[in-house]
């Protein structure tokens, strides 16, 4: 059955869905299982001895052949080193969109008709080119990019969102965006202004600051094991970690579960403790989203709502600092991590089915100035501007050479799926 895909590529996190042709229309994007049974994959490549490039996590304490947080490396000018060499981190983006699109096509047996991938808002053209030219390397010349900020713009109007303007809260796993988005006259979305970003702000931070309260709370325990003990536990500690801050999205407490030599541990932690230790961090981001609005010449109560996406935006503190700041809708959707994915995927039924244009009358008066309010979202079919920003885009960054990295050629066909963790 004929299908398009929507994939997104995260700092730590790798989601993808597909729409199915039903007759003369697309059917709702559908979730991608990529890791087993879970929806999310870890964005995680490693090099084995073979040479072989394996997605997910590898299970071994060589971080030396492991690479993380690649997509966020595009356009730097110093390259990532993988096993001693230099690795450009789009060939890795690339060879990490590769196996997802060819793992679909396994499944289905016929090839996507059209690929949508997401990036990052504040992409120049440089950093584009860079992406597109190794995804033309890995096979994949049918790929259309579009910024994140358009793709959950469009999730959110499939689901009911018919504002013109709105502010979009992007909150990664080690990473922060905010951007703007109006539809433009043809009712498509565009991004506004220039959008902003805060690193080190994320889903992991707040796993980790969750990890440091427990071991404030055993340290007089953790003091009296030994060292080896002591690595086991802590190695456990992060996961564990991160299962709890997702039951305090529904639970107002928990307990963090640890295997001592003394046998089974619990801390308990309530929701308001854990918003106690992350309200900086969601402060911080929050205030950037202002600062954000304000610097496209907007006042919050401007806006038609805030749109949200990445996993941690369940957490009640989010919305609830949001909601504060801005006099608007906040609307999150129930698996926001599967956002920006389904809002790609949706993007690639336009590219395949483009709806056409609203013909203009012969003596169309000229629009007034200000936000248009335009009837739903209609996603961007593929062209060389789709994603040009309705102010001027940054400068683009200086062409960086960067010596290709040489592998056995087993790493650049026979890519196999790793052990990566759940969740």
Known sequence: MPYVLGIDIGSTTTVATMARRRGPSWARPEVVALDGDSATLPSVLHLGADGTLVVGESGTDDGSRTARGFVGRIGDDVPMLLAGEACPPQLLTAVLAAWVVERVHGREGEPAEAVVLSHPAGWGRHRRDLLHAALWEQGLNHVTLLPRTVTVAE?????????????????GGDSFEAALVRRNAHGRYETLGFPQGLDRIGGADFDEALAEHVRTVLARELAAIGRRETYITLRALRPECDRAKRALTVDTGTDVLLTLPAGPTRVPVSRVQ??????PAVQATVDLLVRTVRSAGLRPDELDAVLLTGGSTRIPLVAELLAAAFPVPVEVEPEPQLT????????????VSPRPRPAAPEHAPRPAAGPRRAGPAVPAPRRPDHDRMV????PPRPPVRITPLELPKASRLALTRGRGREG
């Open 155 to 171: 999730s959110h109007a499939a689901r009911g969102f018919a504002g013109s303007t709105a502010a979009v809260y992007a909150l």
């Open 391 to 394: 102010h001027s885009e940054p």
């Open 340 to 351: 920006a994915a389904t809002g790609a995927a949706l993007a690639a039924c336009e590219v």
């Open 274 to 279: 854990f918003e106690e230790m992350i309200r």
